[in-house]
Nanobody
Framework: QVQLVESGGGLVQAGGSLRVSCVAS????????MGWYRQAPGKQRELVAAITSGGSTNYADSVKGRFTISRDNAKNTVYLQMNSLKVEDTAVYYC?????????????????WGQGTQVIVSS
């Protein structure tokens, strides 16, 4: 189906910035929404930000004004620019995408997750 590969995670000090990227590959017919979720130890996975194919975005209240999601439709790539990072932003960040793949009998819907990239914010 569709594979999502994240990159760009790492260790950063509080107040710093980091950008994570996610590239989708496979027999993609169309990607609708792409998004970033995160899961901190002992917590449920939560939506961080999402973006539609037309560029409409929505953010979790906790990251509004600090994080920016963007995408390059030609490259099937979504980015998350994270500024003014806080210790509480520490989590594994997962990419998510949904849309249509080219199936044997025509377009078929998909929803895929990446393997996650670790972001650690130190105080």
């Amino acid at each position: 189906q569709v594979q999502l590969v994240e990159s760009g995670g790492g260790l950063v000090q509080a107040g710093g910035s980091l950008r994570v990227s996610c590239v989708a590959s496979g027999k993609i017919y169309r990607i609708n929404a792409m998004g970033w979720y995160r899961q901190a130890p002992g917590k449920q996975r939560e939506l961080v930000a999402a973006i539609t194919s037309g560029g409409s975005t929505n953010y979790a209240d906790s990251v509004k004004g600090r994080f920016t999601i963007s995408r390059d439709n030609a490259k099937n790539t979504v980015y998350l620019q994270m500024n003014s990072l806080k210790v509480e932003d520490t989590a594994v960040y997962y990419c998510n995408a949904d849309g249509l793949v080219i199936g044997t009998y025509g377009p078929t819907s998909f929803r895929s997750w990446g393997q996650g990239t670790q972001v650690i914010v130190s105080s």
